[in-house]
């Protein structure tokens, strides 16, 4: 694997960034601007970036690893609008991302944290969809999928919580995702091989 520092277009460090981040001065240009966390080895952003070249796309992920596989892949396909970024997703959120900046969250296949006492670990849970809706323009979308169906449960009443200012609508396959697929994602891949069931669900900001 080459080094990572060979792709400085494509890695973003948080220690660099302002707080709350200008999007437009990350990407070095204005255009919508898409978020996936937990990208893992960066399959659904390596095609989807492809496909929508006009849409300014930050992978988060936290796992060392896949970070790396993620970046090198960006940068082997020379892949121009795609920022990869290695912290946790629920601090950036928090933290540094403005209101009203981002068209589109991605969360795929997230950790389950299956067990009933780590269920507070999972990322979507009130709080970080108090700051997913904040940072969402009016308009704005989040797409979700998920093998597991207790955290599905978790996550239709995460957003049921805030139904007055959402309308669900049709999840829209992504670029690389082939047949019988929703996401294309090497998870989905393994659990569509393993006969799991997969859910999914997408909701749009409601503009006022
Ligand atoms: C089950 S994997 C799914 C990866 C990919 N989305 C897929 O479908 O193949 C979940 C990924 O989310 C990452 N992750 C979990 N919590 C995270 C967090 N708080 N911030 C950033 N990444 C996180 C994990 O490291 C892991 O790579």
Same mark, same amino acid.
């Given at each position: 694997?080459?080094?990572?520092?060979?792709?400085?277009?494509?890695?973003?460090?948080?220690?660099?960034?302002? +707080?709350?981040?200008?999007?437009?001065?990350?990407?070095?240009?204005?255009?919508?601007?898409?978020?996936?966390?937990?990208?893992?080895?960066?399959?659904?952003?390596?095609?989807?970036?492809?496909?929508?070249?006009?849409?300014?796309?930050?992978?988060?992920?936290?796992?060392?690893?896949?970070?790396?596989?993620?970046?090198?892949?960006?940068?082997?396909?020379?892949?121009?609008?795609?920022?990869?970024?290695?912290?946790?997703?629920?601090?950036?959120?928090?933290?540094?991302?403005? +209101?009203?900046?981002?068209?589109?969250?991605?969360?795929?296949?997230?950790?389950?944290?299956?067990?009933?006492?780590?269920?507070?670990?999972?990322?979507?849970?009130?709080?970080?969809?108090?700051?997913?809706?904040?940072?969402?323009?009016?308009?704005?979308?989040?797409?979700?999928?998920?093998?597991?169906?207790?955290?599905?449960?978790?996550?239709?009443?995460?957003?049921? $919580?805030?139904?007055?200012?959402? +309308?669900?609508?049709?999840?829209?396959?992504?670029?690389?995702?082939?047949?019988?697929?929703?996401?294309?994602?090497?998870?989905?891949?393994?659990?569509?091989? +393993?006969?799991?069931?997969?859910?999914?669900? $997408?909701?749009?900001?409601?503009?006022?």
């Amino acid at each position: 694997m080459r080094l990572l520092k060979e792709y400085p277009g494509i890695v973003l460090d948080a220690k660099y960034l302002s +707080e709350p981040v200008d999007f437009e001065q990350i990407f070095g240009r204005s255009g919508p601007v898409h978020i996936e966390v937990g990208s893992g080895k960066g399959t659904f952003l390596v095609s989807q970036a492809q496909a929508q070249p006009d849409v300014n796309f930050l992978g988060i992920e936290w796992a060392r690893k896949y970070y790396r596989h993620a970046v090198d892949r960006m940068g082997r396909w020379g892949i121009k609008n795609v920022k990869m970024m290695r912290t946790d997703a629920t601090d950036f959120l928090a933290r540094f991302i403005p +209101e009203a900046s981002v068209d589109c969250w991605h969360i795929y296949y997230p950790d389950p944290w299956p067990k009933k006492r780590h269920n507070k670990r999972r990322f979507v849970n009130h709080a970080n969809f108090e700051h997913i809706l904040r940072t969402l323009k009016p308009g704005g979308i989040v797409k979700i999928a998920t093998d597991h169906k207790d955290y599905f449960e978790q996550v239709k009443e995460v957003i049921a $919580a805030k139904a007055d200012q959402l +309308e669900e609508i049709e999840f829209v396959p992504a670029a690389g995702a082939n047949e019988g697929e929703v996401v294309g994602t090497n998870f989905e891949r393994k659990y569509i091989k +393993e006969k799991r069931n997969v859910f999914t669900i $997408a909701i749009r900001l409601i503009s006022s």
